[in-house]
């Protein structure tokens, strides 16, 4: 087949939720609906745990999601509610997604954004950074 | 990249506007022809009798291999569809056959309305109530009809 075949925004978000409500790997990074009558499938909460050999290690993130109309053209926007200090997050906990994601391809999805922060964790730059105390939220 | 769309999808596009089935509208999205936007009206006679049902429909790469893929956008009452739009019918999973069309299918979800499958839940408390209860279940899908599908003037 030469058409170049491109997945819908609202079924490829169904695809990213189904994967996520199978469960997958470790269970490092986890993502749901915030509402889960939401049609347009658009507030997530999401989880991460802090990456092994880290200041990071053995912390649990929670974070917000939002997949926008034009999502996956364009990124979604993400917040950490958990406080956390790293580079590419605000001092209000939003992430700044071109310093995360550059060059943002439609095939990323939420997983890879969660896996990015997650590889975001083992950077020196951050390693060195002063963390806030456990659990503490924005 | 319409010139590289399969021709069985270019033909299906074709019957589907040019001889559209009885209360069933289906159209291609301009920036993406393997989705279509959706129109089904609830049969006469059933629940959702008056409503106008919005669906979105995608033809996934390996279609007709693979099944179309397809939910309601329209919040609507009904034991085969859950809280997503989803839609519990055979055809669309294990019962799928490439000699089915997207037209059989938009034929299928309009039957499913007029004969809904409680015991083939999806959503399980509707289904609950539609068993239990089938006056008071065939009143909420009349007035979900009513709130949320009520058709465009």
Known sequence: MGDNVVVPRNFRLLEELEKFEKGQGDMSVSAGLVDPEDIFLTNWNAAIMGTAGTPFEGRLYSLLIECGPRYPTVPPNVKFTTQINMSCVSSTGVVDMKKLCPGWKYSNDVEHVLNMLRTEMNKSENKRLRQPPEAATY | ?153
Request: with cysteine; hydrophobic share 40%.
């Open chain 2, 1 to 153: 990249m319409a010139a590289s769309l399969p021709r069985r999808i270019v033909k299906e596009t074709q019957r589907l506007t040019q001889e559209p089935a009885p209360g069933i509208t289906a159209t291609p999205y301009e920036d993406n022809l393997r989705y279509f936007n959706v129109l089904i009206s609830g049969p006469s006679e059933s629940c959702y009798d008056g409503g106008q049902f919005k669906l979105e429909l995608f033809l996934p790469a390996d279609y007709p291999m693979a099944p179309p893929k397809v939910r309601f956008l329209t919040k609507i009452f009904h034991p085969n569809v859950d809280k997503l739009g989803r839609i519990c019918l055979d055809i669309l999973k294990d019962k799928w056959s490439p000699a089915l069309q997207i037209r059989t299918v938009l034929l299928s979800i309009q039957a499913l309305l007029s004969a809904p499958n409680p015991d083939d839940p999806l959503d399980n408390t509707v289904a609950e109530l539609w068993k239990t209860d089938p006056d008071a279940a065939h009143a909420k899908a009349t007035e979900w009809t009513r709130t949320y599908a009520r058709a465009a003037a």
